[in-house]
């Protein structure tokens, strides 16, 4: 805690770019998720696929894919946020892909029936009712990149890790726990927000 | 306003041994309420939905007014066509109001065109516009989910009206409300009325005519009456005779007496 106490604007500006990173991480991984999921929800034969492929990359541990991604990349900012990007996938997309499945299909009966259009059905329909699930998945996934995002003081001299990995080597405690502590402190920060904003959009 | 045609109609779904539709022909006259009743499996949501174009035809043609619906855009069929289910199916993300608004505003009426209507609707539905606009379907009974239902169905009015067990669902009593409440709308509004059910006493209290169904072919298009009186096949005669006739006589004439009324 004392580095905390002596160092706040060091750990504060970290602790920004540790947000930056994570939320433009967050906002591309969406770009690409929100459409791969779309898609796969609308494929029932092709989705187990397209999810298992996701999830085994999931699966991968974090270190052994940023070291193929520092050899792709270099050092810096872009490997850390690729993983990130990568790593957010599957848990958005299957998220995506659960929530429209668990659309009532009554609901979509009655929205085609009473002659919207399969993007109305989507949009006016299927989308707002598989927000609450989608929000969900944009929690989870946001956890776990604050998480992954501490590498990127290892392999970039970006956000938090930066104090855990210079902690690492100077032989600093304090300045390791400065980092855990507050990264830890930002994730159930952020778990407590998106929890509200899904309690929000919840209909039933 | 609108007759429906059912000219061999045949539907086939796909990697089915057998047609869940054989060659089904008959006519919905104008303003006439026509019930689609036989056991469940037999074809009859099937042929509903050919109507509206959410089954697509192996053989036949289906007409409204004389177009081959076939011909038609299928969004604008659809938009043209109450549709009522037994799930009811009101959208959840909305309040009641914006769910009757639906169709009204895909046909891009006006916001006060729309807001009006959604209150005369309510009102005929004997749901009062001040306590009932802003709530969400969750807040509502079976029977007031229902009726919001049916109002949607008819808020852009609908040249027809299809109805898949609606009442299905809600107890005894409410369903006999419903039913009544149905006949006066149809008379009132003169909406060609299509309507499946599997239940007899249903069937003879609201049809003009009953297109009695059995394993996806029809056995007999009859006034109640005649199905008493003139069952075509062994299949009818049972069929009309299980259960208490009695009953169904007296509901047949109760029927016939909200139908003077309402005239
Ligand atoms: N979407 C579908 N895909 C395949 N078979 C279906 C589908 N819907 C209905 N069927 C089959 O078609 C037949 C008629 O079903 P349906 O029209 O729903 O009967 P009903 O409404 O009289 O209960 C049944 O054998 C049913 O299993
Ligand atoms: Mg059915």
Redesign the interface.
Known sequence: MSYLASHPLRVATLLGGHVEIVAVALAVALLIAVPLGLFAARRPRLSPWLLGTLGAIYTIPSLALLAVLVRAFGLGFAPIFVALVVYAQFMLARNVVAGIAGVDPAQVDAARGLGMSPLQVLLRVEFPQALPVMIGGVRIAAIAMIAIATLGGYVGGVGLGVLIFNGLTLHQPQMIVAGSVTASALAVAVDALLRLVERRFATA | MSSITFDGVTVRYPGAESDAVENVSFECDDGELVVLLGPSGCGKSTLL?TV?R?VPLAAGRVRIDGNDVNALDA??????VG?V?Q???????MTVAQNVA??PS?RGWSRDETARRVDELLRMIGLDPAAYRDR?P?RLSGGEAQRV?VA??IAARPRAL?MDEPFGAVDAIVRTALQRELVRIVAELHTTTLFVTHDMDEAFRLADRIVVMRSGRVEQVARPQELFERPATEYVRDLVHAGDDVYRRYFMRGRALLRGLAE
């Open positions: 939905r509206n959410l969004v604008e069929l659809r938009r043209s549709y289910i799930a009811v199916g009101l959208f959840a993300h639906v169709v895909l969400r969750s239902g949607r169905a299809l």
